[in-house]
Nanobody, 133 residues
Framework: PVQLVESGGGSVQAGGSLRLSCTAS????????IGWFRQAPGKEREGVAA????????YYADSVKGRFTISQDNADNTVHLQMKNLRPEDTAMYFC???????????????????????????WGQGTQVTVS
């Protein structure tokens, strides 16, 4: 089992920055990709960014490319999402998820497809709120 805990959310003005963190514990050796999702009230959960187990591959949704950066700290088993030039449309609850198969990551984060697969991702954090005004 894997446990995920997110932190770093908050309220910022448009153009501001936030850095989200997701710390994993438990059996994390073979959890495939770790990703960030977001969900606004009344909307579906959407993929934001994902990173491969060793950090060599990163995927970003078109809406955040050039503004968000996903990274990992292997020593702390932590994945970060650095968000810059935030927009009001970025307002959402942000969730960290783990054990995303690579083909799913491509569909979800690059193609915006396979949303139904989100329900099958086994590990999720509690979410952290990001509000941009």
């Amino acid at each position: 089992p894997v446990q995920l805990v997110e932190s770093g959310g908050g309220s910022v003005q448009a153009g501001g920055s936030l850095r989200l963190s997701c710390t994993a514990s438990g059996s994390t050796h073979s959890v495939n990709y770790i990703g960030w999702f977001r969900q606004a009230p009344g909307k579906e959960r959407e993929g934001v960014a994902a990173i491969s187990p060793h950090g060599t591959t990163k995927y970003y949704a078109d809406s955040v490319k050039g503004r968000f950066t996903i990274s990992q700290d292997n020593a702390d088993n932590t994945v970060h999402l650095q968000m810059k030039n935030l927009r009001p449309e970025d307002t959402a609850m942000y969730f960290c998820a783990a054990d995303i198969p690579p083909p799913w990551a491509v569909d979800i984060f690059l193609r915006g497809l396979g949303t139904w697969r989100v329900a099958n991702i086994p590990y999720w954090g509690q979410g952290t709120q990001v509000t941009v005004s």
